[in-house]
């Protein structure tokens, strides 16, 4: 077992997520790849572009999914970079609910938007469950009014385990949730408190029958290898724990510390010389250990992070629509939207978020309008997390050939073990999968690469 002390590359603007320099140690910089271009690219001068988009009729037909971003949550945890709050009151939490309603609202009259069925709903944090059950209805009434999901496939909504209990989830499943996800992360107790887990174990057994019991259409847990802490007994305790709690698929994700983590403030001040990671050789090795012992307990590959069990019926929209350039809305403070080709971001901060809705207007912070090419290299970056690309999707949908605009970066991976390809496909190896986000950035065009990420 490797385990090395965090490094602390004070001037690092190039993140692993633009470049692919294999840095063996964890450092402090953004390495999970959720969109391209890269969101520093992004920018306030193209708002103009999405109030126009939005005053445009859309395809009624076309694939249309709402994003809700719940903000708050018990604690920070150390390692999380999400956008949260753990100092708002009750009131302060109907505010913010009250406008995340009224953005729902404002979208709703908007003609691109207008007259359009949902396909998918998501329920994303931060964390949703700690909202209250009275609270949550008010939401759900609120925001179907405006936006009617009954035509939804799916309603996913996360969970935190320690702010569930039986009527809580009673609620949740009556609001229409068809996908639970809840975030696990470790089965060990001195791994979760070093990391400020508000959770405990206890807590994940004290839920799993009710969960079980109220039977949503999907159970997925999430899992980080790699925790601060962790050494590989504990992670093969965990997976072997969590095998034995029997979702319907297991998320599991390699430990990262982008720039805002608790974490990585320590770090770069200086103060985490006593902190201990796996380095990234060790977490892929972790993460094909888990993938073994998965595998030999009915589950599958869905995508680079996810395993699914193979007897039940399985899928993920919002993760399919997301890599297939679907229409979807974020709402809330920092949520991410895609409308026809124009990919958006709300304010980042409580007050401006807050304030711009109360004054009637759309939370619009930054966006980036993707061109036909980049929109093709987006949707082969994002599938390849699949694990495999069809090359007939990209002939059909942009009139390119992958194989031969990629020609390059596919021979170079596959001198390197970490794909193959044929004349129909292209298929990342267990060695591709354990390390895809660390590839991705060969497919960048030269301008986003090297840069910072977010
Ligand atoms: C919004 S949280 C899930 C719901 C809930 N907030 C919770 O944590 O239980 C999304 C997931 O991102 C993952 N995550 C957060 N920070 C991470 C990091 N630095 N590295 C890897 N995964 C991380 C965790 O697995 C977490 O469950
Ligand atoms: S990992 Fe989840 S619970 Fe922890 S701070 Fe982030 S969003 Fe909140």
Redesign the pocket.
């Known amino acids: 077992m490797k385990k090395e002390t965090l490094s602390s590359p004070e001037k690092i603007k190039v993140e692993p997520a633009t470049t692919r320099t294999d840095t063996p140690q964890t450092e402090v910089g953004s390495v999970f790849v959720s969109n391209y271009p890269p969101y520093s690219f992004w920018s306030e001068d193209n708002i103009t572009e999405v109030q126009q988009t939005l005053q445009q009729t859309s395809s009624a037909q076309d694939n249309l999914g709402l994003y809700l971003h719940i903000p708050f949550?018990?604690?920070?945890?150390k390692?999380?970079y999400?956008r949260?709050y753990t100092d708002k009151n009750s009131h302060e939490i109907e505010r913010y609910l009250d406008l995340l309603s009224k953005e729902v609202e404002l979208y709703a009259d908007m003609p691109a938007i207008a007259e359009r069925d949902l396909h998918f709903i998501y329920f994303g944090?931060?964390?949703p469950s700690f909202i209250s059950s009275k609270f949550l209805k008010n939401l759900v009434t609120r925001v179907t009014a405006a936006m009617p999901w009954d035509k939804a496939l799916e309603v996913a909504f996360e969970c935190?385990p320690g702010t569930l209990t039986q009527s809580k989830l009673e609620t949740i499943r009556e609001v229409g949730v068809t996908r639970l996800s809840i975030?696990v992360?470790s089965l060990n107790d001195a791994v979760l408190r070093e990391n400020g887990?508000?959770h405990v174990t206890k807590e994940i057994y004290r839920i799993m029958p009710w969960v079980h019991q109220l039977e949503f259409d999907q159970v997925n847990i999430d899992l980080i290898a790699g925790m601060v802490g962790e050494v590989r007994q504990t992670w093969e305790e965990t997976v072997q724990k969590a095998i034995e709690l029997n979702p319907d698929s297991i998320t599991i994700y390699q430990m990262e510390l982008p720039f805002n983590t608790v974490y990585s403030k320590q770090i770069l001040d200086k103060d985490g010389t006593s902190l201990y990671v796996a380095d990234w050789q060790t977490k892929r090795e972790w993460h094909e250990y888990a993938i073994e012992q998965l595998t030999g307990a009915g589950f599958e590959v869905s995508s680079a992070y996810t395993m699914v069990k193979k007897d039940r019926p399985n899928q993920f929209i919002y993760r399919d629509a997301l890599w297939h350039s679907s229409d979807m809305i974020g709402a809330g403070v920092a949520s991410f939207s895609h409308l026809n080709g124009i990919h958006f971001q709300n304010q980042t901060h409580w007050k401006g978020y807050l304030d711009s809705l109360e004054a009637g207007r759309l939370p619009l912070n930054r966006a980036f309008k993707i061109s036909a090419e980049e929109k093709m290299t987006r949707e082969m970056i994002l599938q390849l997390k699949l694990g495999q690309i069809e090359v007939g999707y990209f002939r059909k949908k942009f009139g390119v050939d992958i194989l031969e605009k990629f020609a390059q970066p596919y021979r170079k991976l596959q001198k390197e073990g970490l794909l193959n390809f044929n004349k129909d496909s292209v298929t990342l190896t267990v060695q591709g999968l354990l390390r895809v986000d660390q590839l991705l950035p060969e497919f960048y065009a030269e301008k986003y690469q090297n840069a910072r990420y977010t």
């Open positions: 949550c018990r604690k920070r945890c390692f999380c999400f949260v944090g931060g964390t935190e975030g992360e887990r508000a």
